[in-house]
T-cell receptor, first 115, second 114 residues
Framework: EAGVTQSPTHLIKTRGQQATLRCSPI?????VYWYQQALGLGLQFLLWYDEGEERNRGNFPPRFSGRQFPNYSSELNVNALELEDSALYLC??????????????FGPGTRLTVL | AQSVSQHNHHVILSEAASLELGCNYS??????LFWYVQYPGQHLQLLLK??????LVKGIKGFEAEFIKSKFSFNLRKPSVQWSDTAEYFC????????????FGKGTTLSVSS
């Protein structure tokens, strides 16, 4: 069974540009989560999508946004990029069928570098 | 707000030594608890998890963790580490509601020398 996949692996942008990151969940999983792993800050929750809806977001500005498609894949968009957005962006997916099944499985991440 | 503390930033051990990594969380309600591992050059992988029941849970590669509710702790243990256990270890918590975000600790880097 394929795991969570993310693309691209690396992304280099300049300040002010927009970045789009993509995630495909494990087959059958309906929930997708986005996390930012920045140097010195650890893993921080960004966004949660389930059944096409944004269910929760972390303490990040509105220029971090995304969506979930009917096939449950997801996109994370970061507008007006700033240098401090440079980080590894991780996507995770889960079944979301109740607490005992809600284990999140992570993809390999997209390394975003803002110059 | 929920938070997770991992007390050891960097642990250095020799092969065959025993390992215990501390994890404490702050949340008054029912929680789900996880340990994830990130081997060099690899993505974050689930090591073990606790939802309910026996507070001593066993995971992959000989790891185990004990949930002590009174101490708000979920420490990770392994009786005898191997060089291949060199990795970064993350403790994570979410409230016992389906789909809530994981709150991660800052991580502990384990270096095992052969």
């Amino acid at each position: 069974e394929a795991g969570v996949t993310q693309s691209p692996t690396h992304l280099i942008k300049t300040r002010g540009q927009q970045a789009t990151l993509r995630c495909s969940p494990i087959s059958g999983h309906t929930s997708v989560y986005w996390y930012q792993q920045a140097l010195g800050l650890g893993l921080q929750f960004l966004l949660w999508y389930d059944e096409g809806e944004e269910r929760n977001r972390g303490n990040f500005p509105p220029r971090f946004s995304g969506r979930q498609f009917p096939n449950y894949s997801s996109e994370l968009n970061v507008n007006a990029l700033e240098l401090e957005d440079s980080a590894l962006y991780l996507c995770a997916s889960s079944l979301h069928r109740g607490p005992s099944t809600d284990t999140q499985y992570f993809g390999p991440g997209t390394r975003l570098t803002v110059l | 707000a929920q938070s997770v503390s991992q007390h050891n930033h960097h642990v250095i051990l020799s092969e065959a030594a025993s390992l215990e990594l501390g994890c404490n969380y702050s949340y008054g309600g029912t929680v789900n608890l996880f340990w994830y591992v990130q081997y060099p050059g690899q993505h974050l992988q689930l090591l073990l998890k606790y939802f309910s029941g026996d507070p001593l849970v066993k995971g992959i590669k000989g790891f185990e963790a004990e949930f002590i509710k009174s101490k708000f702790s979920f420490n990770l243990r392994k009786p005898s580490v191997q060089w291949s256990d060199t990795a970064e270890y993350f403790c994570a918590v979410n409230a016992n509601q389906a789909g809530t975000a994981l709150i991660f600790g800052k991580g502990t880097t384990l270096s095992v020398s052969s």
